[in-house]
């Protein structure tokens, strides 16, 4: 049996909603789901960036 977690995660991306509750973030331009504070892709993405940028830095 799989783990259905990463293609529920695929398909909550695609149709623009929330990961945990399902709330439509289409419009929203937060950084956290307004109904129950998990992070937007968006947000996630800038994270990962910020780290990667950051480990880039610190290895010089």
Same mark, same amino acid.
């Given at each position: 049996m799989t783990d259905p977690r990463p293609q529920r995660r695929m398909i909550c991306r695609k149709r623009g909603v929330c990961v945990k509750c399902a709330y439509? #973030? *289409?419009r929203a331009e937060h950084e956290a789901c307004p109904e129950c504070g998990g992070l937007?892709? *968006?947000a996630r993405q800038?994270? #990962?960036v910020s780290a #990667?940028?950051?480990l880039t830095v610190a290895a010089r």
């Open positions: 439509d #973030l *289409r937007t892709i *968006r800038y994270a #990962l #990667l940028n950051f």
